[in-house]
């Protein structure tokens, strides 16, 4: 009988593992949601509170530039998609996957494309590190490459 106890309560725990993991996957995904909904309404403000972490912590790694702090990372953002008649495109994220959801912190892989209305389509692929904060999970590190 004690067996059967011990195999029902490892059973149990497996089981609300996987419920965590999947609810965490979940709460991932709609965190990618918002910022795709933020950023197509050409809110970059709303985009980086979604899904970043704000600290001085959070580090944005593109090609050869790397950019560390929240601050840091919108000014980049707002340079290169909002200043100088520049424009923000349409914001569109597939092959999205969420691995290694462990307690606290998880890994998002997919790839992003913007379609612009003047100027020629950019896309590339991303890989995000995130972590389960007061405010939800935050993007901490985003490691983004371009075709």
């Not at 953002?77 to 092959?95: I, V, W």
């Not at 912190?105 to 590190?129: C, N, P, V």
């Amino acid at each position: 009988m004690r067996a059967l106890t011990l195999a029902l309560s490892g059973l149990l725990l497996l089981a609300s593992s996987c419920r965590s993991s999947a609810h965490d996957e979940a709460a991932i995904l709609l965190v990618l949601r918002e910022q795709r909904d933020a950023w197509n309404a050409g809110d970059i403000e709303e985009f980086m509170a979604r899904g970043y972490w704000r600290s001085d912590e959070l580090l944005f790694v593109s090609g050869e530039s790397e950019h560390k702090g929240y601050d840091a990372v919108l000014k980049r953002y707002r340079e290169r998609y909002t200043e100088g008649g520049a424009e923000m495109g349409r914001l569109s994220f597939t092959d999205l996957l969420v691995t290694g959801v462990d307690g606290a912190e998880a890994t998002a892989t997919g790839r992003w494309d913007l379609d612009f209305e003047r100027s020629e389509d950019i896309g590339g692929h991303f890989t995000l590190g995130l972590r389960l904060l007061p405010e939800g999970w935050r993007i901490v590190r985003d490691e983004t490459t371009s075709d």
